[in-house]
């Protein structure tokens, strides 16, 4: 077994002790509502939730995924979740205002403020209890198995082992998640992202001075070309070397996916654990600027040092086979790192784990307690008066911990077992995100139009895998065909379902539309003053200004100043711009 140092020991103790320590300090502030548990009370700052989503979508299984995608296809492997950030600005300019004028607790409570009907209530319960407790005690499932194996290699331990370990951090999370609520976690989120940060960038600096690397010149000189390249190449897609795509796989990334493909955390126009971030902000600018800063972080900062990791690893463990690939980042860490240093790392783990867990438990909770407890079990009018009603709601919110963590667990044992049919499932997502976005502008769509969309995938998608793939053949997978295919019909579902079921009723429409103000025209209400083509500006600036400064960095780290420059002064031509249209609206 790999021993740590006394320092490095110490290290990790004291870390658990201040995130604990943090939210005995804010238990106070929890107790009091719904909106103070789940929202933090709705009025923190823009940084502090900008960086606690960026902890969030931190996960300790991500640096690996990332290191296994650079020893696929090289820096360009990156691009599948890059192409990510067109969507991210999209919710930034256009929907985190909205969200914080919608005045809700959770994203399926929205369902009932824009819709009505019976449709509306079943749709609110279901995405509870569907999004809440199922798809959240996969996605938790899938995080601890990371940590699990980052224990393992770290180390050496037997898997059974490590499980026992990573549960004992799972009920340390779920005690400090449940003590302080959503304050508490997103101010330990923003000291686990300092951690974390710190951690990986001092990672990286060390690997890199290794002898075997010989600096950032002498890595450079011992990498193919290939891998290196920033940007993925029109071609015949390869299981190694530089991303390709056919020219349809091309065109499905990077005009259709992004905003009409649903995905846990970079759901179009918000959504989840993002859009309760954008509800917990003071104002309706806070929400924005916290969503601006959690991109730029998120794509154009976090990543560098985990590619530069990643490559170094490739060359200290050639003989990595590249569906192993990810535990070469946990090697590095274990084989490299002095003693202090390491115990650092393995916090910064930690941290990544903790503040991605104990944000899935609040959020799931959240959906729990407010749109399946409160909505349809023990409404408000069955308590004596308000305040004993959300006592017992935030009494329930602490007890739905305890049961998304057992839920977590049994997961966690069965994830080899699930894990396609989850994969599925998220792939169904395909078609819903236009559904996302209109249903917020357009008063035509209903309650019925989003169930289809969100149930008229599943059949769709496991037609194009059993019939379609094997019949068409290589070209039409390579062409991303059943993406194509999901997204048209299921566009054609909705509209059709939309077309032949009755409207929202006017009063909910009228309520809505003056609630959250998001323009363009409303029946009952008539024309409401709208800025899509301001707010479409403010998002190329934004898009520019996110793949500037990601690629500015990238560029520079590489010591390719010429390119490094070029794409610097466009970040800040973009950013300049975007701050003086920002200025007239503020005027």
């Given at each position: 077994m790999f021993a740590m140092s006394t320092i490095d020991w110490w290290i990790v103790v004291l870390s658990l002790s201040l995130f604990l320590g943090i939210n005995l300090f804010l238990r106070k502030k929890a107790g009091k509502d719904r909106k103070s548990f789940f929202l933090g009370g709705g009025n923190m700052p823009w940084y502090v939730l900008g960086l606690s989503m960026v902890a969030t979508t931190f996960a300790a299984d991500t640096p690996l995924w990332v290191?296994?995608?650079?020893?696929?296809?090289?820096?360009?492997?990156?691009?599948?979740?890059?192409?990510?950030?067109?969507?991210?600005?999209l919710t930034t300019f256009f929907f985190a205002r909205l969200w914080k004028r919608a005045g809700i607790l959770?994203?399926?409570?929205?369902?009932?403020?824009?819709?009505?009907?019976?449709?509306?209530?079943?749709?609110?319960?279901?995405?509870?209890?569907y999004l809440g407790l199922f798809l959240n005690a996969i996605i938790m499932g899938w995080v601890n198995l990371a940590m699990m194996r980052i224990l393992e290699v770290f180390f050496d331990l037997s898997p059974d082992t490590a499980f026992l370990l990573t549960m004992a951090i799972?009920?340390?999370?779920?005690?400090y998640a449940s003590i302080a609520g959503l304050a508490g976690i997103v101010y330990t989120?923003?000291?686990?992202f300092f951690i974390a940060?710190?951690?990986?960038?001092?990672?990286?600096?060390?690997?890199?001075?290794?002898?075997?690397?010989?600096?950032?010149?002498?890595?450079?000189?011992?990498?193919?070309?290939?891998?290196?390249?920033?940007?993925?190449?029109?071609?015949?897609?390869?299981?190694?070397?530089?991303?390709?795509?056919?020219?349809?796989?091309f065109l499905s990334y990077f005009i259709l996916q992004w905003w009409n493909a649903w995905y846990p955390g970079a759901e179009p126009g918000g959504g989840g654990y993002i859009a309760q971030r954008?509800?917990?902000?003071?104002?309706?600018?806070?929400?924005?600027?916290?969503?601006?800063?959690?991109?730029?972080?998120?794509?154009?900062?976090?990543?560098?040092?985990?590619?530069?990791?990643?490559?170094?690893?490739?060359?200290?463990?050639?003989?990595?086979?590249?569906?192993?690939?990810?535990k070469g980042f946990v090697m590095v860490m274990r084989d490299y790192l002095p003693n202090g240093l390491r115990g650092l790392l393995l916090v910064a783990f930690i941290s990544a784990y903790m503040s991605t867990i104990s944000t899935q438990i609040n959020w799931g909770a959240s959906y729990l307690v407010n749109d399946l407890y409160a909505r349809f079990i023990k409404p408000e009018n069955t308590f004596s008066n308000q305040k004993s009603a959300e006592k017992n709601y935030v009494l329930a919110g602490r007890f739905s911990s305890l049961i998304l963590i057992i839920a977590a667990g049994l997961v966690t044992t069965q994830i080899s077992s699930i894990d396609q049919a989850a994969q599925f499932l998220i792939a169904c997502g395909a078609g819903l995100g236009s559904v996302?976005?209109?249903?917020?502008?357009?008063?035509?769509?209903?309650?019925?139009?989003?169930?289809a969309a969100t149930v008229f995938p599943v059949p769709v998608l496991l037609f194009c895998t059993v019939y379609l793939e094997p019949y068409f053949g290589e070209g039409f997978v390579q062409n991303n065909g059943t993406f194509y295919v999901v997204v048209g019909s299921t566009i054609l579902c909705w509209l059709l379902v939309t077309l032949i079921t009755p409207p929202t009723q006017l009063g909910v429409l009228k309520?809505?539309?003056?609630?959250?103000?998001?323009?363009?025209?409303?029946?009952?209400?008539?024309?409401?003053?709208?800025?899509?083509?301001?707010?479409?500006?403010?998002?190329l600036y934004a898009v520019i200004l996110g793949y500037g400064c990601l690629f500015a960095l990238g560029y520079f780290i590489f010591l390719q100043y010429t390119n490094a420059l070029l794409w610097g002064v466009g970040a800040l031509l973009a950013g300049v711009l975007l701050i003086k249209s920002n200025a007239k609206i503020s005027k």
């Open positions: 290191t296994e995608k650079i020893a696929q296809h090289g820096i360009s492997g990156n691009w599948l979740w890059w192409n990510m950030m067109m969507g991210g600005m959770t994203e399926p409570e929205f369902i009932e403020l824009r819709y009505s009907g019976v449709g509306a209530r079943w749709l609110r319960g279901f995405k509870a209890l799972l009920i340390l999370v779920a005690l989120d923003t000291i686990q940060m710190g951690g990986s960038i001092a990672l990286a600096w060390i690997v890199i001075q290794q002898p075997e690397i010989g600096g950032m010149a002498g890595m450079i000189a011992q990498l193919p070309e290939w891998r290196l390249d920033f940007f993925p190449k029109i071609g015949n897609n390869a299981d190694v070397g530089t991303f390709s795509l056919s020219l349809g796989a954008m509800m917990s902000a003071k104002d309706e600018d806070q929400a924005l600027y916290s969503v601006l800063f959690f991109q730029i972080l998120h794509y154009a900062i976090r990543p560098w040092p985990w590619i530069i990791v990643g490559l170094a690893s490739l060359l200290l463990y050639p003989e990595l086979p590249v569906e192993l690939s990810g996302l976005i209109l249903r917020w502008y357009w008063w035509r769509i209903n309650a019925w139009t989003e169930i309520q809505y539309a003056l609630r959250v103000r998001p323009g363009g025209y409303w029946p009952g209400v008539g024309m409401q003053e709208h800025h899509f083509g301001r707010e479409s500006l403010r998002w």
